[in-house]
């Protein structure tokens, strides 16, 4: 079970930091991701963090968000720096025992368990 938590109304170039909480043993073994999805528009890849740690991120937010996890917590974060407008949507955190292959990633379909999501709104 994954628990989203961390959204909030916030202006442009603001930061946050979502956090998403899992239940259950293994958490290090998990390959986590971050996804988003804005109202009318399909769900879409944010960042990714594989159980050795290695990192992956959309182009529309490299260089401002960074995906870190703590293992001893079972928690994945997505610190979001400078955010923008186009930000705006409802985030969710994924997870799927083992990491996905690298062609695989970025696709919400690589992943087994999601989280209830987490609202983000940055006002211009």
């Known amino acids: 079970q994954l628990q989203a938590s961390g959204g909030g109304l916030v202006q442009a170039g603001d930061s946050l930091r979502l956090s998403c909480a899992a239940s259950?043993?293994?958490?290090?073994?998990?390959?986590m991701g971050w996804f988003r999805q804005a109202p009318g528009k399909e769900r879409e890849f944010v960042a990714a963090?594989?159980?050795?740690?290695?990192?992956y991120y959309a182009d529309p937010v490299k260089g401002r968000f960074t995906i870190s996890r703590d293992n001893a917590k079972n928690t994945v974060y997505l610190q979001m720096n400078i955010l923008k407008p186009e930000d705006t949507a409802l985030y969710y955190c994924?997870?799927?025992?083992?990491?996905?292959?690298?062609?695989?990633?970025?696709?919400?379909?690589?992943?087994?368990?999601w989280g209830q999501g987490t609202q983000v709104t940055v006002s211009s």
């Open positions: 994924a997870a799927r025992m083992g990491n996905p292959i690298l062609s695989m990633v970025r696709r919400a379909n690589a992943y087994d368990y």
């Open positions: 259950g043993r293994a958490f290090s073994s998990y390959g």
């Open positions: 963090i594989r159980s050795t740690g290695h990192t």
